[in-house]
């Protein structure tokens, strides 16, 4: 059974950064394409990072510079490195893996919160 399980979110000031790891089970985070997802109040959930099997990454414009997504494969975990964050950064992060046969998997969500 593959889990997927975010951590390290929280309350970070402007500017400030934040590394959210992802731990992964059931399966390896560089055997698929995996990712990372934000989901801000009020808005639908959308791609930040997205990792393929190879490790090649690509983020969405807003983040680039500021935002690496990265693998550990010996821990089995992603993590998502966030410099200089700004308040509308704020949202739910989630880490997911997908798989053109089986599907998405996600985790349940770590909040990031920008404020002063």
């Known amino acids: 059974q593959v889990q997927l399980v975010e951590s390290g979110g929280g309350l970070v000031h402007p500017g400030g950064p934040l590394l959210p790891p992802c731990a992964a089970s059931?399966?390896?985070?560089?055997?698929?394409?995996v990712g990372w997802y934000r989901q801000a109040p009020g808005k639908g959930r959308e791609l930040v990072a997205s990792t393929t099997s190879g490790g090649r990454t690509q983020y969405v414009e807003y983040v680039l510079g500021r935002f690496t997504s990265s693998r550990a494969s010996a821990k089995n975990t992603m993590h998502l490195q966030m410099k200089t964050l700004k308040p509308e950064d704020k949202a739910v992060y989630f880490c997911?893996?997908?798989?053109?046969?089986?599907?998405?998997?996600w985790g349940q969500g770590t909040q990031v919160t920008v404020s002063s």
């Open positions: 059931g399966s390896t985070v560089t055997t698929y394409v």
């Open positions: 997911n893996r997908h798989c053109v046969t089986e599907g998405d998997y």
